[in-house]
């Protein structure tokens, strides 16, 4: 599906509604914006979070402290 959406003044860039929907976005929702071959990709923050969740070891500080 290909529609035209327009960049503002302040470079703001707002979706065409049926592909915001499609997209499953939410207002709000942080999105991870990366370059491909000259295409601009928008990658929900969660969908990183759930790819590389676990593959990098977390700091002992950041850890909570439990009596267990």
Excluded: D
């Excluded at 979070?49 to 593959?55: A, I, Y």
Aim: proline share 4%; hydrophobic share 40%.
């Amino acid at each position: 599906m290909t529609q035209i959406a327009t960049i503002t003044s302040k470079k703001q860039l707002t979706l065409p509604a049926e592909l915001f929907r499609k997209a499953g976005f939410r207002i709000g929702q942080k999105l991870v914006v990366s370059e491909e071959n000259g295409r601009l990709i928008l990658t929900p923050a969660e969908k990183l979070v759930e790819e590389f969740g676990g593959s990098v070891s977390m700091p002992k500080r950041w850890m909570l402290k439990t009596n267990i």
